[in-house]
């Protein structure tokens, strides 16, 4: 069993930033791959990002590309997301995931899943 807490939302202004962060507790956190996925009112829970193990390799959403970055501490037993030049359609719930098979972009193939941290973001 892994019990993951987000924290680091909240309200930012359009070109403002943040960083998540998703703390982990029970198993090997290393064991797992983790993943942030997102979801705005109205819409299909969202794939953001993911990140292998090790923290070797990262995956991205396209459309996200090149504004946020995936992270983690293996030590702290923590995973980051750094969002950067936030835009009003970002606003959403955040989750993050744990994933013993691998980093990848279904939320289907996560197991465990924290509550979620509310970003809301200002035109």
């Known amino acids: 069993q892994v019990q993951l807490v987000e924290s680091g939302g909240g309200l930012v202004q359009a070109g403002g930033s943040l960083r998540l962060s998703c703390a982990a507790s029970?198993?090997?956190?290393?064991?797992?791959?983790m993943g942030w996925f997102r979801r705005a009112p109205g819409k299909e829970r969202e794939f953001v990002a993911a990140i292998s193990w090790s923290g070797g390799r990262a995956y991205y959403a396209d459309s996200l590309k090149g504004r946020f970055t995936i992270s983690r501490d293996n030590a702290k037993n923590t995973v980051y997301l750094q969002m950067n030049s936030l835009k009003p359609e970002d606003t959403a719930v955040y989750y993050c995931?744990?994933?013993?098979?691998?980093?990848?972009?279904?939320?289907?193939?996560?197991?465990?899943w924290g509550q979620g941290t509310q970003v809301t973001v200002s035109s």
């Open positions: 029970g198993r090997t956190f290393s064991s797992y791959a």
């Open positions: 995931a744990a994933n013993s098979r691998g980093a990848g972009s279904s939320w289907r193939a996560y197991e465990y």
